[in-house]
Antibody, heavy 118, light 110 residues
Protein backbone atom coordinates (compact mmCIF):
# COMPACT_ATOMS: atom_id res chain seq x y z
CA UNK A 1 0.00 0.00 0.00
CA UNK A 2 1.39 3.38 -1.01
CA UNK A 3 1.38 6.11 1.62
CA UNK A 4 2.49 9.73 1.37
CA UNK A 5 3.30 11.70 4.48
CA UNK A 6 4.12 15.38 4.33
CA UNK A 7 5.38 18.02 6.70
CA UNK A 8 6.49 21.63 6.82
CA UNK A 9 5.87 25.00 8.39
CA UNK A 10 2.24 26.02 8.54
CA UNK A 11 2.46 29.72 9.39
CA UNK A 12 4.47 32.15 7.30
CA UNK A 13 4.83 35.91 7.02
CA UNK A 14 4.55 37.67 3.67
CA UNK A 15 7.76 37.46 1.62
CA UNK A 16 8.94 34.31 3.41
CA UNK A 17 9.57 30.96 1.71
CA UNK A 18 7.17 28.04 1.97
CA UNK A 19 8.95 24.72 2.41
CA UNK A 20 7.25 21.31 2.44
CA UNK A 21 8.55 17.74 2.15
CA UNK A 22 6.71 14.56 1.25
CA UNK A 23 7.92 11.04 2.01
CA UNK A 24 6.70 8.06 0.01
CA UNK A 25 6.25 4.67 1.62
CA UNK A 26 5.55 1.58 -0.45
CA UNK A 27 5.54 1.14 -4.18
CA UNK A 28 8.17 2.37 -6.59
CA UNK A 29 9.53 5.88 -6.18
CA UNK A 30 11.41 5.90 -9.47
CA UNK A 31 8.57 4.74 -11.74
CA UNK A 32 6.23 7.66 -11.19
CA UNK A 33 6.18 11.42 -11.16
CA UNK A 34 5.26 13.28 -8.00
CA UNK A 35 3.13 16.41 -7.78
CA UNK A 36 2.22 19.22 -5.44
CA UNK A 37 -1.36 20.49 -5.51
CA UNK A 38 -3.05 23.10 -3.37
CA UNK A 39 -6.63 23.87 -2.43
CA UNK A 40 -7.60 27.42 -1.65
CA UNK A 41 -10.06 28.05 1.22
CA UNK A 42 -13.57 27.50 -0.04
CA UNK A 43 -12.36 27.33 -3.60
CA UNK A 44 -10.76 25.03 -6.12
CA UNK A 45 -7.60 23.06 -6.67
CA UNK A 46 -4.41 24.25 -8.35
CA UNK A 47 -1.59 22.05 -9.64
CA UNK A 48 1.76 23.52 -8.63
CA UNK A 49 4.12 21.19 -10.46
CA UNK A 50 5.71 17.77 -10.63
CA UNK A 51 9.08 16.11 -10.33
CA UNK A 52 10.55 12.75 -11.25
CA UNK A 53 13.36 10.80 -9.60
CA UNK A 54 15.98 12.26 -11.95
CA UNK A 55 15.12 15.75 -10.70
CA UNK A 56 13.43 16.80 -13.91
CA UNK A 57 10.55 19.17 -13.17
CA UNK A 58 7.47 20.65 -14.81
CA UNK A 59 5.93 23.67 -13.15
CA UNK A 60 2.62 25.46 -13.49
CA UNK A 61 3.55 28.47 -15.67
CA UNK A 62 1.64 30.78 -13.34
CA UNK A 63 3.93 29.85 -10.43
CA UNK A 64 7.13 28.95 -12.27
CA UNK A 65 9.06 32.05 -11.21
CA UNK A 66 8.58 31.27 -7.50
CA UNK A 67 8.64 27.46 -7.36
CA UNK A 68 11.49 25.03 -6.84
CA UNK A 69 11.01 21.29 -6.44
CA UNK A 70 13.71 18.84 -5.45
CA UNK A 71 14.00 15.12 -4.88
CA UNK A 72 15.99 12.80 -2.62
CA UNK A 73 15.68 9.39 -4.21
CA UNK A 74 17.70 7.70 -1.45
CA UNK A 75 14.95 8.64 1.02
CA UNK A 76 12.00 8.47 -1.42
CA UNK A 77 11.23 12.08 -0.64
CA UNK A 78 10.45 15.15 -2.67
CA UNK A 79 10.14 18.76 -1.62
CA UNK A 80 8.50 22.03 -2.55
CA UNK A 81 9.78 25.54 -2.03
CA UNK A 82 7.64 28.55 -2.92
CA UNK A 83 9.29 31.89 -2.34
CA UNK A 84 7.95 35.38 -1.77
CA UNK A 85 4.65 34.12 -0.40
CA UNK A 86 1.65 36.40 0.04
CA UNK A 87 -1.79 35.96 1.60
CA UNK A 88 -2.93 34.63 -1.80
CA UNK A 89 -0.76 31.55 -1.18
CA UNK A 90 -2.78 30.58 1.90
CA UNK A 91 -4.09 27.10 1.11
CA UNK A 92 -4.06 23.42 1.95
CA UNK A 93 -1.03 21.94 0.23
CA UNK A 94 -1.01 18.30 -0.84
CA UNK A 95 1.62 16.03 -2.27
CA UNK A 96 0.35 13.37 -4.65
CA UNK A 97 1.56 10.62 -6.91
CA UNK A 98 1.33 11.20 -10.62
CA UNK A 99 1.55 13.94 -13.17
CA UNK A 100 1.59 14.49 -16.90
CA UNK A 101 2.30 10.89 -17.89
CA UNK A 102 0.94 9.01 -14.88
CA UNK A 103 -2.50 9.14 -13.32
CA UNK A 104 -2.56 12.33 -11.27
CA UNK A 105 -3.62 11.92 -7.68
CA UNK A 106 -3.79 8.15 -7.36
CA UNK A 107 -2.40 8.60 -3.85
CA UNK A 108 -2.32 11.76 -1.72
CA UNK A 109 -0.59 13.07 1.35
CA UNK A 110 -2.65 14.15 4.32
CA UNK A 111 -2.32 17.84 3.49
CA UNK A 112 -0.62 20.76 5.22
CA UNK A 113 -2.46 23.99 5.93
CA UNK A 114 -0.20 26.90 5.11
CA UNK A 115 -1.33 30.30 6.31
CA UNK A 116 0.42 33.48 5.25
CA UNK A 117 -0.25 36.35 7.61
CA UNK A 118 1.65 39.28 9.00
CA UNK B 1 -12.30 31.74 -13.50
CA UNK B 2 -11.32 28.10 -14.01
CA UNK B 3 -10.33 26.78 -17.42
CA UNK B 4 -12.64 23.82 -16.81
CA UNK B 5 -16.20 24.81 -15.94
CA UNK B 6 -18.32 22.94 -13.41
CA UNK B 7 -21.61 23.90 -11.81
CA UNK B 8 -20.86 25.22 -8.32
CA UNK B 9 -23.51 23.07 -6.71
CA UNK B 10 -25.67 20.01 -7.22
CA UNK B 11 -28.12 18.15 -5.05
CA UNK B 12 -30.26 15.05 -4.87
CA UNK B 13 -32.12 12.79 -2.52
CA UNK B 14 -30.93 9.34 -1.48
CA UNK B 15 -31.30 6.84 -4.31
CA UNK B 16 -31.40 9.46 -7.03
CA UNK B 17 -29.02 9.85 -9.92
CA UNK B 18 -26.94 13.01 -10.15
CA UNK B 19 -24.84 14.25 -13.05
CA UNK B 20 -21.98 16.72 -12.69
CA UNK B 21 -20.69 18.30 -15.88
CA UNK B 22 -17.22 19.58 -16.76
CA UNK B 23 -16.78 21.77 -19.81
CA UNK B 24 -13.40 22.50 -21.35
CA UNK B 25 -11.85 23.16 -24.73
CA UNK B 26 -9.88 21.54 -27.53
CA UNK B 27 -6.59 22.15 -25.72
CA UNK B 28 -7.59 20.17 -22.63
CA UNK B 29 -10.57 17.80 -22.52
CA UNK B 30 -10.74 17.74 -26.32
CA UNK B 31 -7.40 15.98 -26.62
CA UNK B 32 -6.50 14.68 -23.16
CA UNK B 33 -7.88 12.38 -20.50
CA UNK B 34 -10.32 13.55 -17.84
CA UNK B 35 -9.99 12.69 -14.17
CA UNK B 36 -12.51 13.11 -11.35
CA UNK B 37 -11.83 13.54 -7.64
CA UNK B 38 -14.01 13.47 -4.56
CA UNK B 39 -13.06 15.54 -1.54
CA UNK B 40 -14.94 14.86 1.68
CA UNK B 41 -14.83 17.57 4.31
CA UNK B 42 -11.51 17.58 6.14
CA UNK B 43 -9.86 14.90 4.02
CA UNK B 44 -7.52 14.77 1.06
CA UNK B 45 -9.01 14.41 -2.42
CA UNK B 46 -9.66 10.88 -3.61
CA UNK B 47 -9.35 9.70 -7.21
CA UNK B 48 -12.78 8.56 -8.45
CA UNK B 49 -12.32 8.27 -12.20
CA UNK B 50 -9.17 8.18 -14.36
CA UNK B 51 -8.63 8.17 -18.12
CA UNK B 52 -12.18 9.41 -18.78
CA UNK B 53 -14.16 6.49 -17.38
CA UNK B 54 -11.98 4.02 -15.51
CA UNK B 55 -12.63 3.42 -11.81
CA UNK B 56 -9.70 2.70 -9.47
CA UNK B 57 -9.98 -0.40 -7.37
CA UNK B 58 -12.37 0.16 -4.47
CA UNK B 59 -14.49 2.87 -6.08
CA UNK B 60 -18.12 1.70 -6.25
CA UNK B 61 -19.67 1.23 -9.68
CA UNK B 62 -22.28 3.81 -8.67
CA UNK B 63 -19.71 6.30 -9.93
CA UNK B 64 -19.23 6.51 -13.68
CA UNK B 65 -17.48 8.92 -16.01
CA UNK B 66 -17.82 9.79 -19.65
CA UNK B 67 -16.36 12.21 -22.15
CA UNK B 68 -17.65 13.64 -25.41
CA UNK B 69 -15.76 16.22 -27.41
CA UNK B 70 -14.69 18.99 -25.05
CA UNK B 71 -17.00 18.02 -22.18
CA UNK B 72 -17.11 15.31 -19.56
CA UNK B 73 -19.59 14.10 -17.00
CA UNK B 74 -19.56 12.31 -13.69
CA UNK B 75 -22.70 10.36 -12.85
CA UNK B 76 -23.49 9.18 -9.36
CA UNK B 77 -26.27 6.61 -9.25
CA UNK B 78 -28.09 5.44 -6.15
CA UNK B 79 -27.06 8.57 -4.25
CA UNK B 80 -26.05 8.00 -0.63
CA UNK B 81 -25.56 10.43 2.25
CA UNK B 82 -21.84 9.67 2.32
CA UNK B 83 -21.54 11.00 -1.23
CA UNK B 84 -21.95 14.55 0.11
CA UNK B 85 -18.63 16.13 -0.88
CA UNK B 86 -16.87 18.42 -3.33
CA UNK B 87 -16.19 16.97 -6.77
CA UNK B 88 -13.49 18.18 -9.14
CA UNK B 89 -12.66 17.37 -12.74
CA UNK B 90 -9.15 17.74 -14.15
CA UNK B 91 -7.37 17.49 -17.48
CA UNK B 92 -3.97 18.40 -18.89
CA UNK B 93 -4.01 21.54 -21.00
CA UNK B 94 -1.63 21.44 -23.98
CA UNK B 95 -1.75 25.21 -24.55
CA UNK B 96 -1.01 26.09 -20.93
CA UNK B 97 1.31 23.09 -20.37
CA UNK B 98 -0.34 22.52 -17.04
CA UNK B 99 -2.91 20.42 -15.26
CA UNK B 100 -6.17 22.32 -14.96
CA UNK B 101 -8.95 21.66 -12.49
CA UNK B 102 -12.59 22.60 -12.58
CA UNK B 103 -13.81 24.99 -9.93
CA UNK B 104 -15.49 22.16 -8.07
CA UNK B 105 -19.09 21.12 -7.49
CA UNK B 106 -20.48 20.90 -3.97
CA UNK B 107 -22.89 17.97 -3.85
CA UNK B 108 -25.58 18.07 -1.20
CA UNK B 109 -27.62 14.99 -0.35
CA UNK B 110 -31.00 16.24 0.80
Amino acid sequence: QVQLRQWGAGLLKPSETLSLTCAVYGGSFTTYSWSWIRRFPGKGLEWIGEIVHTGSTTYNPSLKSRVTMSVDTSKSQFSLRLNSVTAADTALYYCARGGRWYTLGEFWGQGTLVTVSS
Amino acid sequence: QSVLTQPPSASGTPGQRVTISCSGSSSNIGRNYVFWYQQLSGTAPKLLIHTNYQRPSGVPDRFSGSKSGTSASLVISGLRSEDEADYFCASWDDSLSSWMFGGGTKLTVL
